[in-house]
């Protein structure tokens, strides 16, 4: 039997490769070859589906990385905003996943709640890295501008390679805050 997990992991592929009127159970059942039993046994119909897959991209692609960022306690602001962007920045195929979300928001009331839950937790996230950085400008906006430089390369076409948007997070940083990130951090080469 095909757990919850790999149903959801399913429907971010195909939300991903396709956008959100892609998620079918049809499409589900036939890339996980199996029948729709299955899938009512996870799930309460396509309502109940959609629910669970926005919370699953919620806790993936945020809570998950906020966490994993906090796991060491009592590390300095800088480093934990270092970690954040090489966790961020090591999946460049994140990017269709964000932009299928964001273009679902815009046409379904859940998913822009649940896009506006996720853009509100990961800015007061980096508002209290920034807010703890030993820099001379206002924390909260540059952590507003570290989340819109995230968002404009995911938006602009072609996006922007994995090696620029280190470049330009290192530029960014090194102009608001004095401090360069490690070597590891800004000359990480794109992996595509």
């Known amino acids: 039997m095909v757990t919850r997990r790999e149903w959801l992991e399913a429907g971010l592929e195909l939300l991903a490769a396709e956008g959100a009127p892609a998620v079918t159970i049809e499409r589900l059942t036939g890339k996980l070859g199996v029948t729709k039993g ?3 046994h996870h799930f309460t119909g396509t309502a109940g589906f959609r629910t669970a897959l926005l919370e699953y991209f919620e806790a993936q692609f945020t809570m998950r990385l906020i966490d994993s960022v906090e796991r060491e306690p009592g590390t300095e602001p800088w480093a934990r905003l270092q970690h ?3 966790l961020v920045l090591s999946d460049p195929d994140s990017a269709r996943l964000e932009i299928a979300v964001r273009a679902w928001a815009l046409q379904d009331a859940e998913a822009r709640a649940a896009q506006e839950r996720v853009d509100r937790t990961r800015t007061d996230y980096l508002r209290e890295l920034c807010r ?3 820099a001379d400008v206002d924390a909260d906006r540059l952590a507003q501008l570290l989340y819109l430089i995230l968002i404009g390369s ?3 076409l072609p996006p922007v390679p994995t090696s620029e948007l280190r470049e330009i997070y290192a530029m960014t940083l090194l102009l608001a805050t004095g401090e360069t990130l490690s070597d ?8 595509h």
């Open 84 to 86: 954040l962007l090489k």
């Open 132 to 134: 703890g950085l030993k």
């Open 184 to 191: 590891e951090e800004a000359t990480h080469a794109d992996p």
């Open 154 to 156: 995911e938006q602009v």
């Open 38 to 40: 299955s899938y009512y």
